[in-house]
């Protein structure tokens, strides 16, 4: 009975916004959802309580009554000119909920008795209920319609949710015990907000009975379901490998500042400002993208990234819905982490672009400063010159950090780390010596020349040494020749501006 309560409660408070509409004389409500059971179990509810009748009507059974337990087909009311005109006609006041009603919305005839029966709902209360998963109401009758949401689940009914499941499980296995880690529970009630109460049962059942656990594997399973039921139309993707921190090498700073605030953004520490995000500047395969996808890796949580390349479309307005639609999607995915990459690619505006690029920006610092949800940004960027004054300003991110060319240090953990990877053993090489053969180059640079060296060890049929590593080394021009006019414009801009990430 204890696990019930959370339900009763959850539904209780859809019943009463319910009907709150309804006594406002509503006459035509507009309920966009995937979950019609639970529409049809408040409306029988509802009319139960008021003591007036519930219709449904589908195109395939015609109107039927839901609140009594009989059978009530009228399948001569199937199609829909002939539902709405009986609808007119009859002189009982109830809840008439038409599912799937949208495609024949474009239809004149039925729009004008849409609004005569909306029309008439001073002398019979009859209310019209569109129920769909998309509903484009006329502008005819929009003034005469309000729209209801169901509540989506909250984290205690989440929680609710998973004792639940995880209940029915053991029951189902005789009683076995169910292993769950208290910290992966609270993690998977996090990550299922911003779902329905029947997707988010759905996505707990898969996971309680694929191992009779809630794992942090579970999690991220869940994360991944998650994100594909948003159908985010390749705007804003799902990075899957989020690299844990022990990946990146370096970057003590940052991993510091992160670690001091993950408390307070995950929810676990009281704060009236919550962190919102960085910005990593710096050169190109410094370690921009690794740092992004290790910042969710520590904090536990999905990351999305946004591809300003699809964002863009040649239609007038399409690319600001682009943008909202995105931005939209990592509201309902939260807590998460954002990552823009290249963000000065995608607000940059010129003359030939009709302000697209200024509407992208206004739109997305909008979103940042009235944005509630915990959603952490990371932008990271390559030149400095093209990102307006506007977003680099105090207050837009929590700080903006400089990742500059690896030192030595940093450049053999590097190696290291590489080496590893491909399954070389580091204390085979001369790490000290071709560290200092690295000077200049960038992390990517120097994970290249390993990869380098490899093809070059199989085509010679013989194993990977550190004379290969130097070879490939001394082959390669360091970024720090090749870009050395940008590198050192972006290092005198960050100088008093930034934080040094290392």
């Known amino acids: 009975m204890t696990l019930d309560f959370p339900h009763f409660a959850f539904a209780m408070r859809d019943l009463h916004d319910l009907e709150l509409l309804l006594r406002a004389d509503t006459p035509i409500l507009l309920i966009e959802t995937l979950e019609e059971s639970r529409v049809l179990q408040l409306a029988s509810r509802l009319a139960l309580g008021q003591g007036e009748p519930a219709f449904c009507w589908t195109v395939t059974e015609g109107l039927r009554r839901i609140d009594l337990d009989v059978a009530n087909f009228q399948l001569e009311l199937s199609e829909p000119l002939e539902v709405l005109r009986q609808l007119k006609l009859t002189t009982q006041p109830g809840l008439y909920l038409l599912l799937d009603f949208h495609p024949f919305l474009g239809d004149p005839l039925h729009v004008r008795l849409i609004k005569e029966v909306a029309q008439g709902h001073e002398l019979c209360r009859r209310t019209l209920v569109f129920v769909s998963h998309a509903l484009d109401i006329p502008p005819e009758v929009r003034h005469l319609s309000a729209r209801f949401n169901l509540r989506l689940p909250d984290r205690k009914r989440l929680l609710a949710l998973i004792r639940e499941e995880a209940q029915a499980w053991q029951q189902a296995e005789g009683g076995r015990r169910f292993r769950a880690r208290r910290e992966a529970v609270d993690q998977l009630a996090r990550n299922l907000l911003g779902v329905t109460e029947s997707d988010a049962r759905r996505l707990i059942r898969n996971a309680v009975r694929n191992d009779g656990a809630i794992t942090e594997e579970d999690v991220q399973t869940v994360s991944r379901a998650k994100y594909e039921l948003l159908g985010s139309e390749g705007v804003i993707h799902f990075e899957y490998d989020t690299a844990t921190f ?257």
């Open 246 to 502: 022990a990946d990146v090498a370096g970057l003590d700073n940052l991993k510091a500042w992160l670690e001091r605030r993950r408390s307070a953004f995950l929810g676990k520490t009281d704060t009236k400002d919550p962190p919102k995000g960085i910005m990593l500047l710096g050169v190109q395969g410094g370690g921009k993208s690794l740092a992004a996808k290790a910042v969710a890796g520590r904090f536990g949580i999905p990351l999305l990234r946004i591809d300003f390349g699809a964002l863009y479309d040649k239609y007038y307005g399409e690319t600001e819905k682009n943008l909202h639609r995105a931005l939209e999607t990592a509201d309902i995915m939260a807590p998460c982490v954002l990552w823009v990459d290249e963000i000065e690619k995608g607000i940059s505006s010129s003359r030939e672009d009709d302000g697209v690029g200024q509407r992208v920006l206004g739109a997305l610092l909008t979103w940042m400063s009235e944005r509630r949800n915990a959603v952490f940004i990371v932008a990271t960027a390559n030149d400095i010159s093209k990102l307006p004054p506007e977003l680099i300003r105090k207050g837009r991110f929590d700080e903006i950090f400089f990742i500059d060319l690896p030192n030595p240090a940093v450049r053999g953990a590097i190696l290291k780390i590489h080496l590893q990877r491909r399954g070389l053993d580091p204390t085979e090489f001369d790490i000290p010596g071709l560290t200092a053969l690295t000077q200049g180059f960038s992390g990517a640079g120097i994970e290249q020349t390993v990869v380098s060296a490899i093809y070059s060890a199989m085509a010679l049929e013989t194993r990977v040494t550190n004379a290969t590593l130097v070879n490939e080394i001394e082959g390669t021009q360091p970024l720090s020749v090749v870009m050395e006019t940008q590198i050192r414009q972006l290092r005198s801009w960050a100088r008093d501006r930034t934080v040094p990430a290392h």
